[in-house]
């Protein structure tokens, strides 16, 4: 038995940070449990399953958060490679279009059969608490931790508590415990995100992607063109996010407001080819959606020997899938270098 076997970990959060962060713990032969107050683990890597209109038990799936992976480092792409071979990953190259620029291709990769695919293989057999979020860490007995959740379930006794959600969720628990790490978590700002999910009559296109250089749209996918994806014959599927400036503009503004205004955008790129039929609209808001840069040479994550308290998440290694994954290995990394204390 290595000094890993005895080790309990909490781990706040269940994206791809805090999935990284549990799967390599327990690979080392930690007890890791996950709380995530989400349906399901994969945070901002995620797929939205939309009835079909015609037929209300077909499902489609809409990738709704991250869009495709560039990966850059060895072990991440060595992953995804693992991926494809299982299914649940595949490269992607899109078409890019536009005005903008000389028509061009940008390899890539992609969950399948959606974003979410890469969180639920990660996943695999890790215990995850989903629907409630973690509202207190409090101390237990021997220097552990607890976790204590919306609906007052209690989690634990933890040696090492992880946690993985965006900054402005870790700074109000962290507070008496890490002031120092709460003020810093507070000046982290995470720009805000619309998106616009859409259904329509499928029209070809010369192109999969639109990265707009104007106007409040910055990033327009057809995507029912990606690999493993389903859609009813002659239907196409749309991911429409508005830039950083529009969405701050329009934090606030409505859904109805907010679809309209994004629906006429992506209309006016698609004119004059503009579908006959909209089978479906939505929007969804992400409040804490992309990272800003980070500081050169700063740490992957945040640990704590002394308290058993680590941080984790894109923000501190960049502003991608991949930093995530990084920031949430660096600290199982750093957990595993500490001797487990006697009481332990
Ligand atoms: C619109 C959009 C497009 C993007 N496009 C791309 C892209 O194309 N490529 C790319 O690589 N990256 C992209 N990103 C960024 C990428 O999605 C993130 O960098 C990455 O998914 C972050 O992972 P994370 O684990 O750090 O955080 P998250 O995915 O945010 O996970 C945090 C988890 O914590 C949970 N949580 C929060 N508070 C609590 C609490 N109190 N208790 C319990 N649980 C809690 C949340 O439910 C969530 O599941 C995009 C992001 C957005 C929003």
């Known amino acids: 038995m290595n000094s890993m076997d005895r080790l309990r970990v909490g781990i706040v959060g269940a994206g791809m940070a805090g999935l990284a962060c549990a799967q390599a713990l327990a690979q080392s032969g930690a007890k890791v449990q996950l709380v995530d107050k989400g349906r399901g683990p994969g945070g901002r890597l995620a797929t939205r ?48 279009g536009g005005p903008w620029q000389a028509p061009r291709e940008r390899a890539g990769w992609v969950g399948v059969p959606g974003m979410s695919a890469l969180a639920q293989a990660m996943r695999r057999d890790l215990p995850v608490a989903s629907g409630q979020p973690v509202l207190a860490i409090e101390p237990a007995e021997g220097g552990a ?20 959600v965006p900054p402005a969720q870790a700074a109000p628990l962290l507070e008496t415990l890490q002031p120092a790490w709460a003020s810093a978590l507070r000046a982290v700002e995470m ?11 499928d029209v070809p296109r010369d192109w999969d992607v639109l990265e707009p250089e104007t106007g409040p749209l910055a990033w327009v996918a057809r995507n029912h063109l990606k690999p493993g994806r389903m859609a009813p014959p002659g239907a196409g599927t749309w991911v429409a996010q508005a830039g950083a400036a529009w969405t701050q503009a329009h934090r606030d503004d409505s ?58 998440g894109d923000y501190l290694a960049g502003s991608d899938v991949e930093a995530a994954w990084l920031s949430g290995r660096a600290l199982a990394r750093s957990i595993a270098l500490e001797p487990v204390s006697a009481s332990a």
């Not at 990738?63 to 490269?91: K, T, V």
């Open 49 to 96: 399953r939309i009835a079909w209109p015609e037929d209300p038990n077909l499902m489609i799936g809409i990738d709704h958060g991250a869009q495709i992976l560039h990966p850059r480092d060895e072990g991440f792409r060595a992953w995804l490679s693992a991926g494809e071979a299982q299914g649940w990953a595949a490269p992607w190259v899109p078409r890019l």
């Open 145 to 164: 931790w607890t976790l204590r959740d919306g609906a007052g379930m209690v989690f634990g006794p933890f040696d090492r508590v992880v946690l993985a």
């Open 191 to 201: 720009r805000p995100c619309w998106t616009l999910l859409a259904i329509s009559e």
């Open 255 to 312: 859904k109805e407001a907010v679809q309209d205004a994004l629906h006429t955008e992506l209309q006016a790129l698609l004119a004059p080819q503009l579908p006959a039929a909209w089978h479906h609209l939505s929007v969804h808001r992400w409040l804490y959606g992309l990272a800003p840069a980070i500081t050169p040479g700063a740490p992957r994550c945040w640990w704590d020997a002394g308290s058993g308290l680590g941080v984790c």
